[in-house]
């Protein structure tokens, strides 16, 4: 299963070319316009939705606009879909819908147990990698588990909002009472080598807040964040990909190592500091993400 991450993770797990996912862009499938504006946007990733973002009324309508829309396809983004949940009366009808189609991804909200991600992973088209929300109590107590059911799991997503609501939580920019759960989310995706993603900023026109998420999630281990407004997408890019200041220091400690000298050894001294090999292979990650990074696109929004 290709994992699209740049992080430590099992041998033989991951993605290959590096595809990042520093910007993860949810769009209301039952917005004609929106996913219209979505073909050319510079998220690394979206997501046609027809679970939150469409109310129940229309959600036979959203579907419906969701396979056309993947259809047709022209994204620049890679394109995943949210489905209800199977405990909902339209769970079954979205995965159906997607027999015949090709997503990147699809996202299954609200997973509390591995056996649910068995179930929702036997009825995916083959081949199509599985994105979980972890946006419960029961869902953050049973991370190992989760995290750890198996192929086709491909990403473990916070979801803050239901998660906040249901822990009864008043978060403010720092995220205090939430950090335990980004340490354990980030931990499970590691331990199992899946993507972590970051949830939400709602306050879509407050953007020093979104500027300090991105950079905590970023300094928490995420490989990306949620957005839920295409004005969010160049702070995500921004703040997951790699500084001129860590760029510089990965040239450095590739150079040290490549030195006559530092051949055969474990740990060398780079300026002030002592390196082991281990800064060596994060050096080489990092530096695939920054090419990854600069070769990407930027397009502005229409």
Known sequence: MPVASDREIPQGRRARPLELTRSVLYLPASNPRAIEKARGLNAD??????????????????????????????FRARVGVRVNGLDTPWGADDLGALSGLTPDFVVAPKIESPEAVHEVAARLPVGVPLWIMVETPLSVLRLDQIAGAGAPL???????????????????????????????????????????????????????????????????????????????????????????????????????????????????????????????DAAHRLLARHEAASTTPVVKPI
């Not at 979206?46 to 022209?74: F, H, N, W, Y």
């Not at 249901?166 to 995706?189: D, F, Q, S, T, Y």
């Open 45 to 74: 990733a979206v997501i046609l939705d027809i679970e939150d973002a469409v109310a129940p009324e229309t959600k036979v309508e959203a579907r419906q606009a969701m396979v056309a829309a993947l259809s047709a396809g022209g």
């Open 154 to 280: 491909a990403a473990l997503m916070l979801g803050i909002n239901d998660f906040g609501e249901r822990m009864n939580l008043i978060l403010g920019p720092e995220r205090e009472p939430l950090k335990p759960w980004l340490a354990a989310v980030v931990a499970a995706a590691r331990g199992h080598g899946l993507l972590a993603i970051d949830g939400v900023v709602n306050a879509t026109d407050d953007a020093d807040r979104l500027r300090t998420e991105c950079l905590q999630g970023r300094a928490f281990g995420f490989d990306g964040k949620s957005l839920i407004h295409p004005a969010q997408i160049d702070a995500a890019n921004i703040a997951f990909s790699p500084s001129p200041e860590e760029v510089a220091k990965a040239h450095e400690v590739v150079a040290a190592f490549a030195d006559a000298e530092a051949q055969g050894k474990g740990a060398i001294r780079v300026g002030y500091r002592m390196v082991e090999r281990l800064h060596l």
